[in-house]
C-alpha cells in the first residue's frame, strides 16, 4: 500500500515522513490521512473481498477448522473494538482520540466482515458459533482490557491492545493468508493493512512517552509479563485451528516477540 499524502492549499503531495515531527503527527493521526488509506484498498470491495473473487466451497473438517479460527478472529476484534471504544475516552490528547476514532471504525469492520464471512460458510447463528469456540485465553484477554480501561491505565492499555493484540494478529493474519482460500486471503489481506497503522500508533506513542518517563518502559516491561502467557495460549490455539505444524507455531511464537522488543520490554 503507497502511503498516504498530505494536501497543500494547492492540492500538490507532501511526503508525511518529510513533515517536521508535529506536522507528521498531525497528519497521521488525521481523519483525512485515513479516508486516503482506506479508499486505496477497499474501493471496489464487498464485505472485505472483491465481488468476483472465487469462492471455494470448504467441506468437512476444512470447514470445522476455518469456522473455528474465524471464531476466534471475531473474539479478537471485538475486544480491539471495545477496548479502542474506551481508549477514546482516556485518551490524553485530541491527536490520539481523532486516531483512535478512526481504529474503531476499523475494527468495526474487522468484526462485520469475519461475521459475513462465517455467514458465507454457513453458519446460521455466528454468536452461538462464537460462544462455542472462542478460546479461554483470547476471552481472559478481553476481559483484561477492559479492566485496563476501566482503570484509566492509558499505557498498558495501549500496550496491550495496540502492541500485543495488534501484533498477534498480524502475525496470525499473515501465515493465514499463506493457505487461506482466496475469498478469505483477500479479507484478511486487507485487514492486514490496518493492522500495520494500529501498531505504528501503538508503538509511536509508547516510545515518546518512554523517552519522557524511563520508569513507563519499567511498568510496562512488567506488565508484559503478566499477560505474554495469554496472548502465547491464544497463538497456539489459532494455530492449532489453522493446522499450523509445531515448528511453525515456534516461528509465529518468534515473530511476535520480534514486534514487542522494538519497544525494548525483553
Known amino acids: 500500500m503507497s502511503t498516504p499524502t498530505s494536501k497543500t492549499a494547492t492540492e500538490s503531495p507532501v511526503e508525511v515522513h ?3 515531527p508535529s506536522e507528521f503527527l498531525e497528519e497521521v493521526h488525521s481523519f483525512e ?3 486516503q488509506a482506506v479508499e486505496g484498498y477497499l474501493s471496489g470491495t464487498s464485505h472485505g473481498h472483491r465481488p468476483e473473487t472465487a469462492e471455494r466451497p470448504r467441506v468437512g473438517e476444512e470447514r470445522e477448522r476455518l469456522i473455528g479460527v474465524l471464531c476466534n478472529y471475531c473474539v479478537a476484534e471485538s475486544a480491539a473494538l471495545d477496548t479502542a471504544s474506551g481508549l477514546v475516552t482516556i485518551a ?3 491527536q490520539s482520540k481523532i486516531f483512535l476514532s478512526t481504529q474503531v471504525v476499523d475494527e468495526g469492520r474487522h468484526l462485520e466482515v469475519f461475521l459475513h464471512r462465517l455467514g458465507e460458510l454457513g453458519v446460521g447463528d455466528a454468536e452461538a458459533e462464537i460462544a462455542k469456540r472462542a478460546s479461554p485465553s483470547m ?46 486471503a483477500e ?22 512517552r518512554f523517552r519522557t518517563d524511563p520508569t513507563g518502559r519499567v511498568r510496562i516491561r ?34 511476535y516477540r520480534e514486534s514487542v522488543e522494538r519497544l525494548g520490554l525483553s
Do not use: Y
Open 18 to 20: 518529510d513533515l517536521d
Open 33 to 35: 490521512f485515513w479516508f
Open 92 to 94: 490524553p490528547n485530541r
Open 139 to 184: 476471552l481472559a484477554f478481553k476481559s483484561r482490557l477492559l479492566q485496563l480501561i476501566e482503570g484509566k491505565d492509558w499505557d498498558s492499555a495501549i500496550f496491550a491492545q495496540n502492541v500485543a493484540l495488534e501484533s498477534l494478529e498480524f502475525v496470525v493474519f499473515r501465515r493465514h493468508c499463506e493457505t487461506a482460500d482466496p475469498v478469505t
Open 187 to 208: 479479507v484478511l489481506a486487507r485487514v492486514i493493512k490496518d493492522e500495520r497503522r494500529h501498531m505504528g500508533f501503538g508503538e509511536n506513542e509508547l516510545g515518546r
Open 222 to 255: 512488567e506488565f508484559r509479563k503478566e499477560i505474554d502467557h495469554l496472548v502465547h495460549e491464544t497463538l497456539k490455539d489459532t494455530a492449532r485451528h489453522l493446522g499450523v505444524p509445531s515448528g511453525d507455531q515456534e516461528e509465529l511464537g518468534r515473530l
